[in-house]
């Protein structure tokens, strides 16, 4: 009968295969990560590039050379944002379209195809955002915050990858959010979807790499933009509203956008497979990896300081459509600025 090989007369060469496998894959990935990406005409979709981080990406993607096409659901928002980026010299296309419906996706990266040429650059930047307590939101608000945050993404990029994989290369830049890292309090269905986004994110940057397709994922903090006069609060919305405003306008709290939007065209031409943007969004992912539970218990604290149930109860209104006499304010003098620069005011 054959004897069985002892512990010590097994051979360690496939360990030893593996792990060196490992490290080379590694060391390729990396340098294959840092050979820069060049945008002169390269074609660029932008989701929600009307306003904000969205419009503030596209003028940093022309600048660089690239054709941009930008899609929106506002046709007087998309058409301003339009001649913004022509009177910039920017060869553009603009898309009416919902990319939460998968079809009109796929009419809108044909569209692009067709006047463009195929998408390769896809940044996926629409989002919505719903503010105020877990008792005043509705299964509605999180399927709404799924299908815009976490399904648009998947519908573009599905609409997309024929092309890519047929040339061998592409990116695709996922703009996620720091609620994609931290449950953050009175913002239960935005948190989810952005969970959601990461993950599918970090996921497709492992299955997309063997066919050249490199995916970025971003996870902005607060940004000056002039968003919050279109999101959607509910409850106690002028309070709810002043606190989120306030937040969003602060030097040194919130980053400048169009800083952001460099940060984040560096990483898509470097292949980054994530980026956290601004110092204080740096500082609570470390502590949430580092301290989980002291930082529950801070955002636990945090909550108590928000405002209670009540006001409009499950209805909603819009940023704009719930100002008090602390918002505006001159603490949010930044933001308001900021909204007149990125398109968020008519």
């Given at each position: ?313 499950r209805e909603q209104a819009a940023g704009h459509e719930s100002e008090s006499g602390l918002s505006p304010s001159w603490l949010t003098v930044f933001g308001e600025r900021a909204a007149r620069k990125y398109n968020?005011?008519?």
């Amino acid at each position: 009968m054959a004897r069985a090989p002892s512990v010590k007369s097994v051979k360690p060469l496939p360990a030893v295969v593996l792990v060196a496998g490992a490290v080379g894959g590694i060391i390729a990935g990396r340098l294959g990560r840092r050979r820069p990406y060049v945008l002169r005409d390269r074609v660029v979709l932008v989701t929600g590039g009307s306003r904000g981080l969205g419009l503030a990406l596209a003028r940093e993607f022309g600048r660089r050379g690239a054709r941009v096409a930008i899609c929106a659901r506002d046709v007087s928002t998309l058409e301003r944002a339009r001649h913004d980026l022509a009177d910039r010299g920017i060869h553009v296309v603009a898309l009416a379209e919902d990319v939460g419906d998968p079809a009109r996706v796929d009419a809108a990266v044909a569209g692009v195809r067709e006047r463009l040429g195929p998408v390769d650059v896809l940044v996926n930047n629409a989002g919505v955002i719903q503010v105020g307590p877990m008792e005043m939101m509705t299964r509605e608000d999180y399927e709404e915050a799924m299908r815009t945050n976490f399904w648009a993404a998947v519908y573009t990029t599905s609409a997309v990858l024929r092309d890519m994989r047929a040339t061998g290369r592409g990116r695709i830049v996922n703009i996620c959010s720091i609620g994609g890292k931290v449950a953050v309090p009175h913002l239960l269905p935005y948190t989810a979807s952005k969970f959601a986004l990461a993950g599918f994110s970090e996921g497709l940057r492992a299955e997309l790499a063997k066919a050249g397709i490199v995916v970025t994922t971003i996870y902005p903090g607060l940004m000056r933009s002039g968003s919050p006069r279109h999101a959607r609060f509910k409850g106690r919305h002028r309070a709810e509203y002043a606190w989120f405003n306030i937040s969003d306008s602060l030097p040194g709290l919130a980053m400048n956008v169009d800083r952001a939007a460099r940060r984040v065209v560096d990483a898509c031409v470097r292949g980054d497979r994530h980026v956290v943007l601004s110092v204080p969004a740096k500082l609570v992912v470390a502590l949430h990896a580092l301290f989980p539970g002291i930082t529950g218990d801070l955002l636990a604290i945090a909550n108590r300081l928000l405002p209670e149930p009540g006001g409009i109860g499950r209805e909603q209104a819009a940023g704009h459509e719930s100002e008090s006499g602390l918002s505006p304010s001159w603490l949010t003098v930044f933001g308001e600025r900021a909204a007149r620069k990125y398109n968020q005011t008519a």
